[in-house]
């Protein structure tokens, strides 16, 4: 005896091999390799200037072209990876003095809220003070700013927005790119006609 299936049952299995795919590529938001970008980008449109957001609330935080390679010779390791988009970047794994470790991106500038006073002490970054960097709109930490030791404990947003002296580390996992957050979103079937 031979089975059909139904187009309404291959409909069901394709929506759910598409969503399956949809969740696979929202966890790859690291692909390595320039193959994968180009076909990352050939496949949503990403441009090098995609959007990254909060993974939490998913609020504005920065784009492609904010990001900016600081190395230290204090990351337990490196690598160069292709962020969605095409965007290559360095990606630096750090551990705190607690244990926990951490894959980092650097940025120039991000829209984020930094909490003052900035501490020298246990810096992955030698010769720059750190401080907490949070969403502004959740306030989940999403990782640390940095800012030459030399400078006060405690400094305006706007004095350290405009030096390049300063740069961001922002934790990898808890940013999101906007065309990987749009790629998840699906019409409701009631909307549909």
């Known amino acids: 005896m031979r089975c059909e299936r139904s187009p309404r049952l291959q409909a069901k299995q394709l929506e759910r091999f598409i969503l ?8 790859l938001l690291v692909c390595p390799g320039e193959a994968c970008a180009a076909t990352e980008e050939a496949a949503t449109g990403t441009s090098t200037d995609a959007v990254l957001l909060c993974r939490a609330c998913g609020h504005e935080l920065a784009v492609g072209a904010d990001i900016r390679s600081v190395p230290s010779r204090r990351a337990l390791s490196g690598r160069n990876d292709t962020l969605v988009g095409g965007r290559r970047v360095d990606v630096q794994l750090f551990q705190n003095p607690h244990g926990h470790r951490f894959e980092v991106i650097t940025f120039r500038q991000a829209d984020v809220r930094l909490h003052w006073p900035a501490d020298q002490h246990f810096s ?34 706007s004095t350290f927005d405009e030096s ?10 808890r ?6 957050a749009s790629s998840l979103l699906m019409t409701p079937k009631s909307f549909t006609s």
């Open 164 to 173: 390049d002296q300063t740069f961001l580390a922002l934790i990898a996992h």
């Open 175 to 180: 940013l999101l790119t906007e065309d990987f």
């Open 124 to 157: 992955w970054f030698p010769g720059f003070s750190w401080t907490v960097a949070t969403c502004p709109r959740c306030a989940t930490h999403l990782g640390w700013a940095f800012q030459p030791s030399v400078w006060p404990d405690t400094v305006t947003k």
């Open 20 to 27: 399956i795919m949809h969740f696979i590529l929202f966890m």
